[in-house]
């Protein structure tokens, strides 16, 4: 059983940038693929980012690709989303996920943890 807790969210300016962390609980958590989803008011929840368990394979939705760092310290069971450049878009509500494989980075499916989610706001 793995538990994720996000932080760091809040309202930022946009062009600003802000660093969203999510604690793991349990032993499994460097073995896993940990993703990053988010939800804008009235839309579906899509793909952010994903890393694999050692960090050697990264992919980013193409909105965010350029924008966003994801990163992970499995010693400290964290992963982190970094986001620069912020954009009133990348309003959301921001969850991380794992996954036991990138066999489908993107399908949602195939995360069989989420945490809480932590609100990003970005004004104009």
């Known amino acids: 059983q793995v538990q994720l807790v996000e932080s760091g969210g809040g309202l930022v300016q946009a062009g600003g940038s802000v660093r969203l962390s999510c604690a793991a609980s349990?032993?499994?958590?460097?073995?896993?693929?940990m993703g990053w989803f988010r939800q804008a008011p009235g839309k579906e929840r899509e793909f952010v980012a994903v890393?694999?368990?050692?960090?050697?394979?990264?992919y980013y939705a193409d909105s965010v690709k350029g924008r966003f760092t994801i990163s992970r310290d499995n010693a400290k069971n964290t992963v982190y989303l970094q986001m620069n450049s912020l954009k009133p878009e990348d309003t959301a509500v921001y969850y991380c996920?794992?996954?036991?494989?990138?066999?489908?980075?993107?399908?949602?499916?195939?995360?069989?943890?989420w945490g809480q989610g932590t609100q990003v706001t970005v004004s104009s």
């Open positions: 996920a794992a996954a036991p494989d990138l066999v489908a980075p993107v399908a949602q499916s195939r995360y069989d943890y």
């Open positions: 890393i694999s368990w050692g960090g050697r394979s990264i």
């Open positions: 349990g032993r499994t958590f460097s073995s896993l693929a």
